[in-house]
């Protein structure tokens, strides 16, 4: 037949692996967000760069605007040197279609830029693209995963927590009491051997009579600096 420390024991076995379980599908949806905030910065980054291409198509199609507007100027231009009757006149519109075509040439320049950086933007997007794929694939199979984690943890959590009750039905009620508020408290271990002399949970050196009774597993015997229940060395 088992002793109280020894059904304890078992006891602490099983609320430790429930313990952790818990934790693991606790952790489970923070983990889950962890892991859709990392894609979702490579969302942000593809959004930024499609709107980067949006404005740099909008100001290539501004400069063809006015481009195309001096032009029309410059043609109705040469057109009133036909009419005009002084050299004066003549000189004057002259100078007006340099001044576009200086004006056109400058556009076209910083169009040129533009167009140099919309095939930049666009093998920027294009790789993002890919990778973002990639990614979202990766995220997806991870998410999967831990999903298929938490509903095994959830089933093994309520198979523990049904068969709990008949591992506690035969030990004391005093002691079982003892060991769920230590365990609770600690969060760790409740029951430890007196190792050398020395709680196996704080590491403090406790008294030798302590240590002696620890070992008898006669009667309950609690560590004077941690207040775990003490047993002996296995």
Known sequence: MSTTIERLLALQEHDRRLARLRRESQDVPARKAQIEASIQSERDAMAAAEERLKHEQSEAKQIDLEVEAERTRITKLRTQQFEVKSNHDYKTLEHEIKT?????????????????KMEATRAFLADRENELKQGENHVKSEISSLEE???????????????????????????????????SHRGDFAVVAVENGSCGGCHMKVPPHVAHDARKELEMVTCPYCGRLLCAQP
């Open 100 to 116: 576009a075509e200086e004006k056109i040439r400058k556009l076209e320049d910083g169009e040129l830029v533009i167009m140099e």
């Open 149 to 183: 984690r938490m509903t095994q943890a959830a089933e093994q959590i309520a198979h523990m927590e049904s068969v709990r009750p008949s591992l506690t039905e035969s030990i004391d009620a005093q002691w079982l009491s003892r060991y769920e508020r230590t365990f």
